[in-house]
């Protein structure tokens, strides 16, 4: 079975640019969650769509913002980005999102913002 | 609102000694599931062992096994004989498993740098 699959691995931005990330999820799984970790703040949640409906939601502002369409892929997407933004960005699926089922992350995507 | 804590930023150990990786925790939730996920250089979090807070019983996959102290907060993963593989970063994090509002995301530790020396 394929494991979560992020796109793209590396991304170089300016500042003010917008940027969308890509990620798709273990066959089989309807729930995705996104997390940004830097190197000062760690690792954080920045929300979690299931069933193409957000339904957690993380303290980050509303340039952050994602969907999920019909096959269970995510996209996220950070608009009028800022330097702070540079992070890796990490998408967890699981099957029914719920805390009895564990996340399988994929490898992540590094943002880089100039 | 609910915090891990780990308090070893960084651990130096020798191969085939077994290390505990400390790990605490806050919540005011009922019914919550605490995590440890590895993270070695590529950055791909690697989910190794799972604890519910009604298991009666303390985890183990392997090499790997949760110290779970309830009454304490505290949810120590135990790696045994420790192999220059598991050198990584080691991060417990914790989710509220009720539910009624949807999963919540996962809480995560700031993390333990572990190098397993030859």
């Known amino acids: 079975k394929a494991g979560v699959t992020q796109t793209p691995r590396y991304l170089i931005k300016t500042r003010g640019q917008q940027v969308t990330l890509s990620c798709s999820p273990i066959?089989?799984?309807?729930?995705v969650s996104w997390y940004q970790q830097t190197p000062g703040q760690g690792l954080q949640f920045l929300f979690e769509?299931?069933?193409?409906?957000?339904?957690n939601k993380g303290n980050f502002p509303g340039r952050f913002s994602g969907r999920q369409f019909s096959n269970s892929r995510s996209e996220m997407n950070v608009s009028t980005l800022e330097l702070g933004d540079s992070a890796l960005y990490l998408c967890?699926?699981?099957?029914?999102?719920?805390?009895?089922?564990?996340?399988?992350f994929g490898p992540g995507t590094r943002l880089t913002v100039l | 609102a609910q915090k891990i804590t780990q308090t070893q930023p960084g651990m130096f150990v020798q191969e085939k000694e077994a290390v505990t990786l400390d790990c605490t925790y806050d919540t005011s939730d009922q019914s919550y599931g605490l995590f440890w996920y590895k993270q070695p250089s590529s950055g791909e979090m690697i989910f190794l062992i799972y604890?519910?807070?009604?298991?009666?019983q303390n985890a183990t996959e392997g090499r790997y096994s949760l110290n779970f102290q309830k009454a304490r907060k505290s949810a120590n993963l135990v790696i045994s004989a420790s192999q220059l593989g598991d050198s990584a970063m080691y991060f417990c994090a914790m989710r509220d498993l009720q539910s009624g509002g949807g999963a919540d995301g996962l809480t995560f530790g700031k993390g333990t740098h572990l190098i397993i020396q030859p």
């Open positions: 066959s089989g799984h309807r729930s």
């Open positions: 769509y299931f069933s193409e409906t957000q339904r």
């Open positions: 967890a699926s699981s099957q029914q999102g719920s805390g009895y089922n564990e996340q399988f």
């Open positions: 604890q519910g807070s009604y298991d009666e």
